[in-house]
């Protein structure tokens, strides 16, 4: 049973960077055919896919959000992480890692951008 766990500030100025982190037990994350997904969800409004590192280290972001958007990982932690750039208030929302496509998620983590 593949288990996730972000961490990260709850708070974070307007123009910093968020930076959360996902670890990842009850499996690896270079596993064959997976693919490490961050989401987002802000207040009411429906959920928002940030982007992906895959199994082989591969990333792809949301066209939206792609020049603000870095996702890494360290398979030594078995972690993945998420950095978003000169955050703004519109940011503020509850984070999410998950396993593309399958029902392995994180139970999130509340971000908000503030000064």
């Known amino acids: 049973q593949v288990q996730l766990q972000e961490s990260g500030p709850g708070l974070v100025k307007p123009s910093q960077t968020l930076s959360l982190t996902c670890t990842v037990s009850?499996?690896?994350?270079?596993?064959?055919?997976?693919?490490w997904s961050w989401i987002r969800q802000a207040p009411g409004k429906d959920l928002e896919w940030i982007g992906y590192?895959?199994?082989?280290?591969?990333?792809y972001s949301s066209p939206s959000l792609r020049s603000r958007t870095s996702i890494s990982r360290d398979t030594s932690k078995n972690q993945f992480t998420l950095q978003l750039s000169s955050v703004i208030p519109e940011d503020t929302a509850i984070y999410y890692c998950?396993?593309?496509?399958?029902?392995?998620w994180g139970q999130g983590t509340q971000v908000t951008v503030s000064s």
């Open positions: 998950n396993v593309w496509g399958t029902g392995y």
């Open positions: 590192i895959s199994y082989e280290g591969g990333t």
């Open positions: 009850g499996g690896s994350i270079t596993t064959n055919y997976y693919y």
